[in-house]
């Protein structure tokens, strides 16, 4: 009879420690999303630029760098490059907060 308990006892301490472990490994999960990396040369601002002026010219009006962004489907730092591509050959025009076609 004591041999059933001692066996008894050490499989429900084998459950708290696996229950233990996992609770470990859940607490432990969360880490630092790895940030892409964003090439900067001439060509591939350049085409980010591209992407600013469709999207851009397709809404017609003006928009904010969040929303240029999305519309474009890339980043808001990828946009901050493009707008300054295009401000710099004077393409756009700056009402306050938003960006337009010049």
Do not use: C, H, R
Not at 10 to 18: G, L, N, P, S
Not at 66 to 72: P, V
């Amino acid at each position: 009879m004591a041999e059933k308990k001692a066996t008894a006892k050490k499989a429900t301490e084998t459950k708290v420690v696996a229950a233990k472990k996992t609770t470990a490994k859940k607490a432990a999960a969360p880490k630092a999303a790895a940030k892409a990396v964003l090439a900067i040369n001439a060509e591939n601002v350049g085409f980010k630029a591209g992407d600013v002026y469709q999207a851009l010219a397709a809404a017609g009006k003006a928009l904010t760098v969040k929303e240029i962004a999305k519309a474009a489907k890339i980043s808001e730092e990828e946009t901050l490059l493009g707008l300054g591509w295009l401000f710099k050959e004077g393409k756009l025009a700056n009402d306050g907060e938003k960006v337009t076609l010049a």
